[in-house]
């Protein structure tokens, strides 16, 4: 069951600007916030204590008016680097030749598709293109439901999937005033500190009592939806192979899998294009979306064919912008750039030098209980070394001492205690070095402050 | 109350091409709609009885691979023109760069918020910004509940507000087989053969009717949502002051007066920059989408300030896409073009000129009971001359008469008996006479035919 008083501080969002600071700011960026807050309402807010301003991106660098260069170590959308020159070629050239929807035919969002879909074990054929991952999510739950004539969806307890109605009722990470749905369950996530079997057959354990319990309120069991990196729950990449018995229980409860890869695709673990085959699983429906792009306004759902058959037989779909003539040639560049310059392998290799620097640059730092990941998706744990509790506010307080050295990072978890660090994919081991001495002095301050 | 037999027929969209006659086709279309059909599933359609398939566009023109030019009389999403220059430059430019999301500030973002405000009636002053117009509608009733604490939405009989979970509940166009929610009430549109005020009241008359229906079967109003062009009922756009009696009778019912400006909006009705000041209403909440960034995805809702405030406070909105640089650079573009090819008093004088060229076209033809519209938004109405029944079939022989020379039009209403005609804002008096042609021959290649 999802832990109410941490989702209560989670109501405000991790590492989110408080506008009741704002007087605290430098007159220019007060001047900014004040503008923002008139104009955009209070719905939207700022990252950090200070926040950043940029005016230009390249690479894995962030670069603000006065020229200062700001690593990103956060980023996940552009995530073959910002402004990489073959998609920026491909956007340039595509917005000057063409640009219709799908309705028309064009060879660039056939080619595309059979291309993603190559990605794909063969049981997955068909692919459906939307703008955003909450549109995707939103759809495999259209599909899902139209599919099982079920409306129950199990989700983890700090789940996040994405902020349309549908969406949102399935994102307990939302807080207590975003209210679940009627028919949705929520779970714990696996234990990171079990071992694979142990933690999979208690997940998949959790989900069978789920989906009983929801029945007999008379809810059949639609799906069953996780990220397989457990990114709002504070990342749980491992053990891999935890979710082979879970989606035995899914189905056996007659759901749908789906994995939302909205976080770990594209290459992200460094070991596989999907995170779902980091355990070894086939899922039914799979969303998909940030890195798709770099940027470019590009989501999907990819299914087997034989569960899409009645749903596009008996209802009409069409995303006026979902597979615009851009966004597939930009989502064909990034295809082009994971594998002309080997990303995936850069993604482990970085991922662990990443991991062993952190683990250096923390030795001798009692706060700091886990550091955990899977390629250049990283977590570090902060717990109270006496009484073992999450420590929310030293991570907050490492985001921020790393953001005034100009390292972007973030934190996440139902106590947001983890550190989310989630670069580009194209870090090197510069990069690497960089994080790493201003994480070294980021905890050197915060327990100097102590 | 919808006409469900209507309503069947809609199931299977408009101007839908039929899988089942892909052996009419010439061979290369052929393979191209079975590679379609393999990777992108039965729920993508195309449209004509003879699918199009397009290799560039410019202004208001799309090319096939043969170098044919289409006229594009239909597509309001490139609606400053196919590939316009001056949108074109600011994508490349913005995309070399850079993107970033909203949690960042830029000027560019705040920038264009302001411009874009400042387009409405000063009561409403925040905007939000989202990809897609479903994402839009989604978030607007994700307001509206949260606002009244009700759930109730009243739509017209063959509306259409989007495709995720919560927008098609509301959209009974998608036909019988998308169920709408069970707090989703339909009213009949306003009847365009009435004076204002008949009009107005009669319609404003059925929206109490329902939402005491409503509160009778415990539901609360939370909104009505419309778009003032009627759209998929069928084209209504005057008499203009209609929506008058309908917002008071609304606020009457405790719910909220959404705009769908996804049609009309950006100047499409040739007589103001969105379509309720054509009624001389000031809504609670706008939606906005498809013309925006002229096919880039941006999309967003305007909103009362006081609507958003405590919504804002408690619940914590992030579209990663929405409003990132690259969008809001076209979007920004957008209005540029807007204002100084003065798009609006072309569209109301070439929109005139249309409806007349199309009135000459049309006379003597007894099958063509109305011509109506608002600018470049023009409706064709259908009927038998013998019944007076909608005669869908008529309309859609019309349409695949004029692809066949070359004119891009479609269908809509719930009868599919009404021509939609909806070109780029940039067609001029020398596409007018083009389009008359082409219908003309069209009217007479119907009529030899019968």
Same mark, same amino acid.
């Given at each position: 069951?999802?832990?109410?008083?941490?989702?209560? /501080?989670?109501?405000?969002?991790?590492? !989110?600007?408080?506008?009741?600071?704002?007087?605290?700011?430098?007159?220019?960026?007060?001047?900014?916030?004040?503008?923002?807050l008139q104009v955009l309402g209070p719905a939207y807010k700022l990252f950090y204590r200070h926040p950043v301003r940029f005016v230009r991106a390249e690479g894995v660098y962030l670069y603000d008016a006065a !020229? @200062?260069?700001?690593?990103?170590?956060? @980023?996940?959308v552009p995530s073959v680097g910002h402004c990489h020159p073959h998609v920026v070629e491909a956007i340039t050239r595509q917005a000057a030749t063409l640009n219709v929807h799908t309705r028309y035919g064009t060879?660039?969002?056939?080619?595309?598709?059979?291309?993603?879909? +190559?990605?794909?074990?063969?049981?997955?054929? @068909?692919?459906m293109f939307t703008c955003t991952g /909450?549109? =995707?999510?939103?759809?495999?739950? %259209?599909?899902?439901?139209? +599919?099982?004539?079920?409306? !129950?969806?199990?989700?983890?307890?700090?789940?996040?999937?994405?902020?349309?109605?549908? =969406?949102?009722? $399935? /994102?307990p990470s939302l807080g207590p005033e975003a209210p679940l749905g009627s028919q949705v369950r929520t779970v714990a996530p696996p234990d990171p500190r079990q071992d694979r079997e142990q933690a999979g057959q208690a997940f998949a354990a959790r989900i069978s009592h789920a989906a009983t319990d929801?029945?007999?309120? #008379?809810t059949g069991l639609a799906a069953f939806i996780a990220d397989s990196l457990f990114s709002t729950d504070g990342i749980i990449p491992e053990p891999a192979g935890f979710l082979r018995p879970v989606i035995d229980a899914v189905h056996a409860a007659g759901g749908i899998f789906i994995a939302d890869e909205v976080q770990p695709g594209f290459a992200r673990t460094g070991e596989s294009m999907w995170g779902f085959q980091r355990h070894g699983i086939i899922p039914d429906l799979v969303v998909m979306g940030k890195p798709m792009g770099n940027g470019m306004p590009i989501?999907?759902?990819?299914? %087997?064919?034989?569960?899409?058959?009645?749903?596009?037989?008996?209802? %009409?779909?069409?995303?006026?912008?979902? #597979?615009?003539?851009?966004?597939?040639?930009?989502?064909? +560049?990034?295809?082009?750039? $994971?594998e002309d310059e080997k990303l995936a392998?850069?993604?482990?290799?970085? #991922?662990?030098?990443? %991991?062993?620097?952190?683990?250096?640059? +923390?030795?001798?730092?009692?706060?700091?209980?886990?550091?955990?990941?899977?390629?250049?998706?990283?977590?570090v744990e902060f717990a109270d070394p006496q009484t073992g509790e999450p420590d929310g506010k030293a991570a907050l307080n490492i985001v921020n001492e790393l953001r005034e050295r100009r390292v972007l990072i973030s934190a996440t978890g139902a106590h947001g205690n983890i550190l989310k660090i989630r670069p580009p994919l194209p870090?090197?081991?510069r990069h690497v070095d960089q994080f790493a001495d201003a994480l070294r002095g980021s905890l050197a301050s915060l327990a100097t402050r102590k």
């Open positions: 069951m999802p832990d109410q008083a941490s989702m209560a /501080s989670t109501a405000y969002m991790v590492n !989110g600007f408080d506008p009741g600071t704002i007087d605290d700011l430098e007159p220019e960026m007060r001047q900014h916030v004040a503008r923002r !020229g @200062n260069a700001y690593l990103d170590a956060y @980023n996940n060879d660039l969002l056939l080619e595309y598709a059979e291309r993603l879909t +190559a990605t794909f074990p063969a049981e997955i054929s @068909n692919v /909450s549109e =995707a999510v939103d759809l495999a739950l %259209r599909v899902a439901r139209f +599919a099982t004539r079920a409306s !129950g969806v199990i989700v983890t307890s700090n789940a996040y999937h994405g902020v349309t109605t549908a =969406a949102a009722e $399935i /994102s929801m029945k007999r309120h #008379g989501a999907g759902m990819a299914a %087997r064919a034989e569960l899409l058959a009645e749903f596009g037989q008996k209802i %009409r779909y069409f995303n006026t912008f979902g #597979g615009n003539s851009i966004s597939v040639a930009a989502a064909s +560049a990034v295809l082009d750039v $994971i392998e850069n993604s482990r290799a970085i #991922g662990t030098a990443l %991991r062993d620097a952190i683990a250096e640059a +923390a030795a001798g730092c009692p706060g700091i209980r886990d550091i955990r990941g899977a390629g250049l998706y990283v977590g870090f090197s081991y």
